[in-house]
């Protein structure tokens, strides 16, 4: 017998605020409730035929069975930086500037290991996706939180980070469209991150997991459109939410080279890249029909719709997104995100995720997932009436 003990970096781990929440919807199913899951940002919908079609052909080609390149096939760098080109109207130079990713999430969990030493603060978002904060912590880093609140439209005040922590900061991560918040970001913010990133230097790294994920003809811009943008950071990308491709891993980074280099030195000493045969699907999900993404925006609009409508009607505040998949609203009086999410599963069978799960800052909301079909939203509104919300 040994004793097996895990390392700190594993001991120190927040805790996993859904467990609860995990345990309590497993049970509602075993129960037989039908359980309408509004808590996953996982898209319901199938990656449209032509990039699965592309995968199959290119599965049978023995040239990409083999080994891929660490950072990415040529052909898919190049097809990324066309895609900047036209998307953001950004130069791109493919090998020393783009860098793919098996999922952007690979590439945030990585880049912390690439430029931060023990001690050192990354400026993370809270609320937030996990791994900024989670990321640093694995390399000896420390996240200091920067409250997304209402009245700064969910953007961080850059003016209220301590003299002390700017001091030790060595990188900065946003996201806009923002998960969990559907914040957007206005060009002048951005432009004041830039100015900042400069004056303390820091590096910057912008999520752009959701950039097209917008609706009512709204267009979120690229980080690396904001003038100086390139000189003090880079942007994560991925195919995943634009495209149904969850599944199958496939992302880029792009935008500095000396962070592009840093990421990619890390990376090809950790992993061998992405099965070339994605990266060709991956090339015609970005250069193929684009049909699929004006269907996807108009489901998610319905959808959006229908629940925006729903919640108002039950007296509850809530702005429609006019960008990713969430709805992120305020719990009526008398809740806090935990005790209302709860109350929805336990009396109406329904999952959304307490706002708190993703920082302190977001007690008192909780996120719905526009990931189930107009009927399901409709019924879950439904129910949510009947049960006296
Ligand atoms: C979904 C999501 C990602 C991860 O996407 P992958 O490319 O699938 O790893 C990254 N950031 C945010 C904010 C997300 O919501």
């Given at each position: 017998m040994?004793?097996?003990?895990?390392a700190?970096?594993?001991?120190?781990?927040?805790?996993?605020?859904?467990?609860e929440?995990?345990?309590?919807?497993?049970?509602a199913?075993?129960?037989g409730?039908d359980?309408i899951d509004?808590g996953?940002g996982d898209?319901?919908?199938?990656t449209p035929d032509n990039?699965?079609?592309?995968?199959?052909?290119?599965?049978?080609?023995?040239r990409y069975?083999?080994?891929?390149?660490?950072t990415?096939?040529n052909?898919?760098?190049?097809?990324?930086?066309?895609?900047?080109?036209?998307?953001?109207?950004?130069?791109?130079?493919p090998i020393?500037q783009?860098v793919?990713?098996?999922g952007?999430?690979?590439?945030?969990?990585?880049?912390?290991?690439?430029?931060?030493?023990p001690?050192d603060?990354?400026?993370?978002?809270?609320?937030?996706?996990?791994?900024?904060?989670?990321?640093t912590?694995?390399?000896?880093?420390i996240?200091?939180?920067?409250?997304?609140l209402?009245?700064?439209?969910?953007?961080?005040?850059?003016?209220?980070?301590?003299?002390?922590?700017?001091?030790?900061?060595?990188l900065?991560f946003?996201?806009?469209?923002n998960n969990?918040t559907?914040?957007l970001?206005?060009?002048?913010?951005?432009k004041?991150?830039?100015?900042?990133?400069?004056k303390?230097?820091?590096?910057?790294?912008h999520?752009?997991?959701?950039?097209?994920?917008?609706?009512?003809?709204?267009?979120?811009?690229?980080?690396?459109?904001t003038p100086?943008?390139m000189?003090?950071?880079i942007e994560?990308?991925?195919?995943?939410?634009t495209y149904?491709?969850?599944?199958w891993?496939?992302?880029?980074?792009?935008?500095?080279s000396?962070i592009?280099?840093?990421l990619?030195?890390?990376?090809?000493n950790?992993d061998?890249?992405?099965?070339?045969?994605?990266?060709?699907?991956?090339i015609?999900?970005?250069?193929?029909?684009q049909?699929?993404?004006?269907e996807?925006?108009?489901i998610y609009?319905?959808r959006?719709d229908v629940?925006?409508?729903?919640?108002?009607?039950?007296?509850?505040?809530?702005?429609?997104?006019?960008a990713?998949f969430y709805?992120?609203?305020?719990?009526p009086?008398?809740?806090n995100?935990?005790?209302?999410a709860?109350?929805?599963?336990?009396?109406?069978?329904?999952?959304?995720?307490?706002?708190?799960?993703?920082?302190?800052?977001?007690?008192g909301?909780?996120?719905?997932a526009?990931t189930?079909?107009?009927?399901?939203?409709?019924?879950?509104?439904?129910?949510?009436?009947?049960a006296g919300f």
């Amino acid at each position: 017998m040994i004793t097996i003990e895990q390392a700190d970096r594993l001991k120190q781990l927040p805790p996993y605020l859904f467990a609860e929440l995990d345990r309590k919807k497993a049970e509602a199913r075993s129960r037989g409730v039908d359980v309408i899951d509004l808590g996953v940002g996982d898209p319901d919908l199938p990656t449209p035929d032509n990039i699965i079609n592309k995968l199959a052909e290119a599965a049978r080609e023995p040239r990409y069975h083999r080994y891929p390149s660490y950072t990415g096939m040529n052909e898919f760098r190049k097809a990324v930086s066309r895609w900047y080109k036209k998307r953001a109207g950004v130069e791109l130079e493919p090998i020393q500037q783009v860098v793919s990713l098996i999922g952007s999430k690979e590439g945030i969990a990585h880049i912390p290991l690439a430029f931060i030493n023990p001690g050192d603060v990354v400026l993370v978002p809270s609320p937030a996706y996990p791994v900024y904060a989670i990321a640093t912590m694995f390399a000896g880093g420390i996240p200091y939180e920067m409250p997304l609140l209402k009245e700064n439209g969910f953007l961080p005040d850059l003016d209220l980070i301590p003299q002390k922590m700017l001091d030790k900061a060595k990188l900065i991560f946003l996201n806009y469209p923002n998960n969990p918040t559907a914040a957007l970001a206005t060009r002048d913010f951005f432009k004041t991150v830039v100015d900042f990133a400069e004056k303390y230097n820091i590096m910057v790294c912008h999520d752009f997991a959701y950039s097209e994920m917008a609706f009512d003809s709204y267009v979120p811009s690229s980080f690396l459109e904001t003038p100086g943008a390139m000189d003090v950071g880079i942007e994560f990308h991925s195919l995943s939410k634009t495209y149904n491709m969850t599944g199958w891993r496939i992302g880029w980074a792009a935008g500095n080279s000396k962070i592009i280099g840093g990421l990619g030195r890390i990376k090809s000493n950790i992993d061998s890249g992405i099965f070339e045969a994605i990266q060709v699907a991956g090339i015609e999900a970005l250069e193929g029909d684009q049909q699929c993404l004006r269907e996807m925006q108009d489901i998610y609009t319905e959808r959006r719709d229908v629940l925006v409508a729903g919640l108002k009607k039950l007296g509850i505040k809530v702005e429609p997104p006019k960008a990713t998949f969430y709805v992120w609203f305020e719990v009526p009086t008398g809740y806090n995100s935990a005790s209302f999410a709860a109350l929805l599963l336990e009396k109406s069978g329904i999952v959304a995720t307490p706002g708190n799960g993703f920082g302190a800052p977001g007690e008192g909301y909780v996120r719905m997932a526009l990931t189930v079909s107009k009927e399901r939203i409709a019924e879950a509104v439904d129910r949510m009436a009947k049960a006296g919300f």
